[in-house]
């Protein structure tokens, strides 16, 4: 069913494949963090679009997967090369074993097929696959954070490099540190095989729609000056304003003010960012607020004698800060950006601070 809220995102998708397509780079890395509509994205904009242009899409999230995620990852992969194979029938028919590391299944039919890789099924897909393949991988940072999966990436990353030609791929991240750990680190399977981009925050447009959704609803008419204002609040996340514009449709007499304010609440209320700041030092604590409110220069001699003071110390050093920095990383408190700036990683932990602390 049709979600009459959703705001799509069909020029961005098309650049995206357009720049797949035309080969100017076989493989992306799209990031934000979570609960900005990035799995939305993909599934609503990014897959029509692709198959529109001729793909064969692939869908698989990292995230939150019960059991193995190796062999969830390579019983789904096996599932979609049987259904996209050129050949018609179905090649490999059932999963025969799965070997103790996860990173291959033994696929068996009327011929006995071998024990196979993810690489080898790759490419098998690119084999046979009747079109191009687009690979959505979402949320890939997971990959660098569960043990055990150093063969399975090894295994993906050789499959992906041998067939770029015929199979695309776009990944996408939460967590920039965990993307760092796929992607950047010169030891890593990944390391320079995607290019990265920041997935984009909506802009007024996205305001201007909803505030025609409550219109066409409701007959009535928003202050998109107001609406966008709490969207700012929210920091840009998609999903508590759209649960606002729910909750003005469904009992109109709620003034947008009432309305934002109690989902406002929400967040504050969010036990998970209480606790997490509970737990804090009175360095960390600063640390993060120099951040929220724009710090780039964290390790500068004004910026330690601002902390100092603040904790009643004659100086604090540079390398205190770096581990209490390295630390908040660990935490998924603190990441960096695609260009290194340092920035508080979760954007309902940042509006939590903007709301309570700050």
Known sequence: MKDPIYFH??????????????????????FAPRRMGKTQFLLNDVKPQAEKNGFNVFYFSF???MGDVQTSFT?????FLNDVSSSGGKTLKRVNRIDVMGVGIGLQDEQSHPFLSISQLIN????????????????????????????????????????????KVIFTGSSTNGLRAMFNDNKAAFFHFAHPLDFPNLGKDFIEFLAGIYQQRTNKILDTDLLYHYFERFHFSPLYLRAVIQDMILNPTLSLEVAAEYRLTQVDENSENRQAWLQLSELERLILLAVLNGETAIYSKGTRQFFADKLGLENISTSTIQGKVRKLERAELLTRNVGGTLKINNVYFKTWLRENVN
């Open 9 to 30: 995102r069909t020029e961005l998708a098309d650049k995206l494949i357009y720049n797949l397509k035309g080969g100017i780079t076989h493989a992306l890395t799209l």
């Open 75 to 79: 019983v789904a992969l096996q599932a």
């Open 124 to 167: 098998e897909l690119a084999q046979k696959s009747d079109k191009p393949v687009l690979m959505l991988l979402d949320e890939v940072q997971e990959l660098a954070r569960i043990k055990g999966t150093e063969q399975m990436v090894k295994s993906l990353r050789t499959g992906l490099d041998i067939n770029q030609n015929q199979v």
């Open 63 to 65: 995230f939150d997967q």
